[in-house]
């Protein structure tokens, strides 16, 4: 007699808990529901009946599933399906349909439930992210849209510039011998700028480039474009750092550049290095240091070549607000520093 009184005490209580709950569920600002230790579900609060315009008895047990996006059906069932098997907590995006025949995109959170070590079932609650995830569409649509333009004007940029190197070398051989050379360098800057652009239209991540990676495959190439096999770039040093295009083009240029008066300071058989080291501490701005190992020797040059490296290197860290001095001279390394504002993100 005493055990079925204390059983009938139990069981008043655990009804009172659960009338507690209810009442606190339907106080909550967010739809809430609970489950056994089947998965059927046994409450949904009155936020949950609001937000479906149907009644607590329509959404009992497997009801509720009625009002799921078609699409996300299976792929719901499975997830929470694996939770309970593992009796862990989940959470997942879906479409519920709403009473305005509207469907909209929820983020539901369950959680196993246990009492005196028992699984119970689950308690999970809904918040509407709509709103959010159309933000997020429309963010991939205009980035989908800016890639396409991007590579539009990139199309039409690669295209004047090779019909800008045709009418240089046109010019170049139709030029009295003494101004030739000064043709055949435009010609190959114009081709470096080409690289450049090239190389940032292949960064993974336009808006955000990482200027370890672009710098060595920009060096490949630089290595490449012109006397092939005698023209080293390398790139090493501390940290990297991700910068905008327009810091980076105008980076690319500098080393082009630097490349460029290399060459032009020694002979076709001579072999040319640069070292390139990034200096990307945490919290600081990114620092690089450029020194051409026959930066001394291009104080003299080729007689046919105007001598403007210096000038183009701060016309290009003048346009992206890059603080420069130095020459390249393994006395004197062309150091760089980058704006601050612009190199706040690291990698």
Known sequence: MSADLAAGGAGQNRGGLEDAFRRFADYVPLMMWRSDAEGRAVHHNERWLAFTGRSAEDEIGEGWRRGLHPDDFERHAALVAEAFRAREPFSVEFRLRRHDGAYRWLLETGRPLSENGAFQGYLGTCFDITDRKHAEEHIEHALAEKEALLAEVYHRVRNNLQVMVSLIGLYGRAAPEPCRGSFEALGQRVRAIALVQHHLHEAPHIASIDLRDYLHRLASGLGQLRRAGRIGVTVDGTGTGLVEPRTANALGMIVAEVVAECLDATAESAA?????????PAGSPVRLSIVS???????????DVPKLGPRLIAAYAAQAEIAVHGTARPSDPLELQLPETRAAERA
């Not at 930066?295 to 007689?303: F, I, L, T, V």
């Open 293 to 303: 190992a026959n930066g001394d020797a291009a104080e003299a040059g080729r007689p």
């Open 272 to 280: 040319c290095g640069i070292q390139i080291t990034i200096n990307a």
